[in-house]
T-cell receptor
């Protein structure tokens, strides 16, 4: 079946540190891949996405590359800020699910950035 | 409205009672989705609407759960005879068309069943 696995949190970093949040997936075919972010007290927001192998999604200094060979979509940022503190969710949309819109999410990884 | 809104933001209820959760999608969005976020279980897809129609109800956890959407806009998720295991955050999302990549999420309703 289709599934997403994320590294467990919380991840605690100092400001300006390098961030990696690992995400691997299981899916048949070529799913679309997403990172969503949930800031405290707010709803989920799409952070970035990639729809085919070797695509790189990027937004707000965050990047993730769709790696078919390792079935991964790791989230990275070169220099985190306190305002990046949030819960990050990796998700996939299975191929052929365009007529349902169903997203499959990982467990979420909490990031805490300290000044 | 500017974004997806949900009400109530928090709901505490006694086991066995019925609850109704409301979702107001972004104006003009034809597709609407419900998810459940349980502690330790991540986000679980429940049901989707295309207009007022929900063709696939298989994602609902049990027959105590039902959902409807009227006028192509507001949706309600109803849980009858609530159980403690129903405690979770219920999230609603909408998109311009069904299956469009970007789903816009509401802040959720936190349900606690005592």
């Amino acid at each position: 079946g289709n599934s997403v696995t994320q590294m467990e949190g919380p991840v605690t970093l100092s400001e300006e540190a390098f961030l990696t949040i690992n995400c691997t997936y299981t899916a048949t075919g070529y799913p679309s891949l997403f990172w969503y972010v949930q800031y405290p007290g707010e709803g989920l927001q799409l952070l970035l996405k990639a729809t085919k192998a070797d695509d790189k999604g990027s937004n707000k200094g965050f990047e993730a590359t769709y790696r078919k060979e390792t079935t991964s979509f790791h989230l990275e940022k070169g220099s985190v800020q306190v305002s990046d503190s949030a819960v990050y969710f990796c998700a996939l949309r299975p191929p052929g699910s365009g007529n349902t819109g169903k997203l499959i999410f990982g467990q979420g990884t909490t990031l805490q950035v300290k000044p | 409205g500017a974004g997806v809104s949900q009400s109530p933001s928090n709901k505490v209820t006694e086991k066995g009672k019925d609850v109704e959760l409301r979702c107001d999608p972004i104006s003009g969005h034809t597709a609407l989705y419900w998810y459940r976020q349980s502690l330790g279980q991540g986000l679980e897809f429940l049901i989707y609407f295309q207009g007022n129609s929900a063709p696939d109800k298989s994602g609902l956890p049990s027959d105590r759960f039902s959902a409807e959407r009227t006028g192509g806009s507001v949706s309600t998720l109803t849980i009858q005879r609530t159980q403690q295991e129903d405690s979770a955050v219920y999230l609603c999302a909408s998109s311009l068309v069904l299956g469009q990549e970007t789903q816009y999420f509401g802040p959720g309703t936190r349900l606690l069943v005592l």
